[in-house]
């Protein structure tokens, strides 16, 4: 941040050359005021005037037919989506917080939309759907077209020009990445407003820092906590503009705890206790508290239940846990469905091939695998190990349809951590795994049935039955206990993936037992017991069971799977890129495409404003590398109020594009180019904050108040008018340039497609 004139007076105790010159340029310009002429009246307003021209072209570039195109684009599938998910009070799973998504929702609630559209696929029409996408385009819009003005509010409250600001905000307002993101249904904008407003809010605080504790100094703060509890609201990498915050913070502690400011240590305490609180608890409190609204909406039984434990599934109205889910006893009939990929466990007569394609031998036992559909087949019944004959006598009872008291149906059902046999219904054989690779993967254990009497193998026939987060002796039950079925001598899960077994094996997945027993994908339920339907009493009764699951144990276990799920998010994307090419902007994302009419949207950054600002932030880092090796050598190369305000203003600047970039190099998740939207924009600060440096002789302060002698606007001088000219005018063309495929509303000849082609990496369509 800048220093005033007045602290450096302060500190040295004598005026500065630099300040008397700015005092009799201050004088001079309150003589041109006096004289009330036309020039006079454009420069005393000009702060005015930049900033309503920032309000209006961002306006104009946001909203500039917004209705086109009528369909889906992109990630409006997912973020449109869960709007509608709000709005029907579906639950639903995403990886990244509810906010920005929740404010979607309240735009399509605002104009009475109900949530009946899905957004199921890019492409879908609007019109014929009965959308009100214009409106919610809109809603969404609106946070786009406050980041110009945004911008310019930070520059300013910073110190620099008008100039400067102004020319910050021009190129926030025509990059054309910023611009298609803006205008449509997605997160990105929403994260990038409440970060924005956090770095205004903080900058509003830090310059009231020698008016500690005033009505102000509080409002800032707790505007900037409040900021930063929105913005990691909205996506999780907000916790950098956090980071970013919390290093400015760090430093301004470290000033504060100086001795030689004549501090104490309980003002010290009381500065580090009202940014703790300002800063962390109010951010954490908002991030909770959007998350007990989230819960407190989204209450029925939707998408996103078979992502969680069945105790959390069992909240929400209507799921299936809570109106089907009884005990499962030894002799039912029951099927087991994987969990992960909705199969059920399969067993005939067909028998695993002599050899496999790679020439392995195989037991030529009876084939077990993984079904999509339920049939005769797919039924087995849990045997126990122990009261062999007492169990023989109670199954006979079963099968003959007699009464059975509910002391004795108790005693036979299934628990937790039971060694059990599972019996094939229509085989008449039970399960066994063997030393004996698998089909499809030989690390894996072969899963086959034998003979009941085979007392050779009887060891590789018994299962432990593990009930996912339950205690010793809790009852399995239908849908709800989540089960990891484990051989006791081996070691090994019943598991099953995606991939298909061949003809030989009628295209079913593969069972086999996995090694890695604890592996989530490990899990199974038992989907249905045959014959056996819940009454309506049952239901009752079952409803008034269901334990309470209190708010933060709902809470830590959303955020371990939202994690966890952002952490696995590997596969491979055609439009997936690495860090290193954003700066460069060596490709782009295709949103949307037309073929009929040859019109594609591709999210694609102004290239000239983007190689531009990796230009300004190689010039700052070198500029601020010399002048820190002059001042070693005690050589005075630019003015002390300049370079404290190019170290801590601009550098602050620096700091939060590299605080937004740097970590995505961490991540081993796919990352887009839309990830570095929020560098990109501090990346356009520092390069209006060089142009300054650069073609201005001083600095002064600048505020959105009227003219006065305190707040004084630079004119640029001829150099530095043409200057910014240029680098308007070039931004402004670049812009309209790539326009045609940053809004998708015209189509263009392959001639036009390929002029646009400035890299290899531009994945346009239609160049034929």
Known sequence: MSVDDTQVKRRSGKESPDTAAQHQAGGALKSSRTAKTPVSSFVRHSPKYAFAATVLLSFVTRYWQIWDPAQVVFDEVHFGKFASYYLRREYYFDVHPPLAKMLIALGGWLVGYDGHFLFEKIGMDYVSNGVPYIMLRGWVALFGFALPPLVYMIMAESGYSVAASFLAALLVTFDNALVTQGRLILLDNIMIFFMLAAVYSYIKFFKLRYKAFGVQWWTWLLSTGAMLGC??????????????????????????????????????????????????????????????????????????????????????????????????????????????????????ESRYPLRYEDQ?????????????????????????????????????????????????????????????????????????????????????????CILQNDTAAVDDTLWQVKVEDADEDDVVQTTSSFLRIVSQKHKVAMWTHSKKLPEWGRKHQEIN????????????????????????????EMLAQIEPMGFVAKYVELQSLMIKHNNALTSVHPFQSTPIS??????????????EGRKQIYLLGNPVGWWASDAALFAYVLSMVMIALCERRNIDVIDGVVQRHMFRSTGFLALAWFVHYFPFFLMGRSLFLHHYLPAS?????????????????????????????????????AGAGIVLAVISVVQVAVFLFFAPVSYGNAGLTPEQINARRWLSGYDLHFQK
């Open 231 to 348: 913005v990691v609201s909205c996506k999780l990498v907000g916790l950098f503009t956090i980071t970013l915050i919390g290093i400015g913070v760090l430093y301004d502690l470290w000033r504060i705890i100086d001795i030689r400011r004549g501090t104490t240590m309980t003002e010290f305490y009381k500065h580090f206790v009202a940014r703790a609180v300002g800063l962390i608890v109010v951010p954490f409190m908002l991030y909770l508290g959007f998350f007990a609204v989230h819960f407190a909406v989204l209450t029925h039984t939707g998408p996103g239940d078979a992502y969680h434990t069945a105790k959390f599934q069992k909240q929400l109205i209507d799921n299936p846990l809570t109106k089907s889910s009884f005990d499962v006893h030894y002799g039912d009939a029951i099927a087991f469905k994987h969990r992960q990929t909705g199969v059920f466990l399969y067993s005939d």
């Open 360 to 448: 392995r031998v195989s037991s030529q036992g009876q084939q077990v695998t993984g079904a999509k559909e339920v049939s005769d087949n797919t039924y087995w019944i849990f045997k126990p190990t122990r009261d062999g004959e007492e169990f023989a006598e109670f199954f006979a009872k079963r099968q003959s349809g007699a009464e059975i008291p509910a002391e004795e149906m108790a005693k036979w059902a299934v628990r937790n951590n039971d060694v059990v046999q599972m019996q094939h219904i229509q085989t008449n054989k039970v399960l066994r795994t063997h030393d004996v690779a698998s089909p499809l993967t030989p690390t894996n254990m072969e899963f086959t």
């Open 513 to 540: 037992g996995n090694k890695k027993d604890q592996e989530k994908t490990n899990l199974w339920v038992v989907s249905e017991i045959r014959g056996r339907k819940p009454s309506e009493q049952e239901k009752t």
């Open 582 to 595: 954003w700066p460069l902007l060596l490709r782009g994302i295709s949103f949307w495409t037309n073929n």
């Open 681 to 717: 924009i501090f990346a356009y600060m520092v390069l209006a904050a060089c142009y300054q440096f650069f073609m201005f002789p001083e600095y002064q302060r600048f505020t959105l108040r009227r003219w006065n002698d305190k707040a004084r606007a630079l004119i640029p001088s």
